[in-house]
């Protein structure tokens, strides 16, 4: 006999069972996909925020003040950039390297430097041209270019 009979329920309850698991399966692929983009993202997705926070004219100079927070990232030992200064016109005037590293883990701070040669009222926007060195944990060149965003509180716009 092939009915409904006792070796009939085992194979129902064996089926059954199958397709819960089945099914217990393909519910935890949503679950665990996010968890592991988050961490993929936790290091490579931080930002580091640039702010050009303020111009001040100082002699043949325009000191510059960078604000650098990188409040969600790891520790660098170093973050090297290369700016440009254009002028009012939009013509390429000073190209400066500046070392923002080391920065701390989770930690916002303000860098200091001058573009020398160019007084602030000639600058019409500052340029975020590369990242020439980017280095602690498993940063890369490439990498923190990628995650850096940048902004202006002072009277010219920071691009990148």
Same mark, same amino acid.
């Given at each position: 006999?092939?009915?409904?009979?006792?070796?009939?329920?085992?194979?129902?309850?064996?089926?059954?069972?199958?397709?819960?698991?089945?099914?217990?399966?393909?519910?935890?692929?949503?679950?665990?996909a996010?968890?592991?983009?988050?961490?993929?993202?936790?290091?490579?997705?931080?930002?580091?925020?640039?702010?050009?926070?303020?111009?001040?004219?100082?002699?043949?100079?325009?000191?510059?003040?960078?604000?650098?927070?990188?409040?969600?990232?790891?520790?660098?030992?170093?973050?090297?950039?290369?700016?440009?200064?254009?002028?009012?016109?939009?013509?390429?005037?000073?190209?400066?390297a500046?070392?923002?590293?080391?920065?701390?883990?989770?930690?916002?701070?303000?860098?200091?430097?001058?573009?020398?040669?160019?007084?602030?009222?000639?600058?019409?926007?500052?340029?975020?041209?590369?990242?020439?060195?980017?280095?602690?944990?498993?940063?890369? #060149?490439?990498?923190?270019?990628? #995650?850096?965003?940048?902004?202006?509180?002072?009277?010219?716009?920071?691009?990148?």
């Amino acid at each position: 006999m092939t009915g409904p009979g006792r070796n009939g329920r085992r194979s129902d309850r064996a089926g059954a069972a199958r397709v819960l698991l089945a099914a217990a399966a393909i519910l935890a692929l949503p679950l665990a996909a996010p968890a592991s983009a988050q961490g993929e993202s936790g290091a490579k997705g931080a930002p580091i925020k640039l702010q050009l926070n303020r111009l001040e004219a100082t002699g043949e100079a325009c000191r510059t003040y960078l604000l650098v927070d990188n409040g969600r990232g790891p520790a660098l030992k170093s973050l090297k950039v290369d700016l440009f200064a254009f002028d009012t016109e939009g013509v390429a005037q000073k190209r400066v390297a500046v070392e923002l590293g080391p920065l701390a883990e989770k930690k916002t701070s303000v860098k200091i430097f001058d573009f020398a040669g160019i007084a602030c009222p000639k600058i019409g926007r500052v340029l975020l041209n590369d990242v020439l060195a980017c280095e602690g944990g498993e940063a890369s #060149r490439e990498g923190c270019l990628e #995650r850096t965003e940048t902004e202006s509180k002072a009277s010219v716009p920071f691009d990148r």
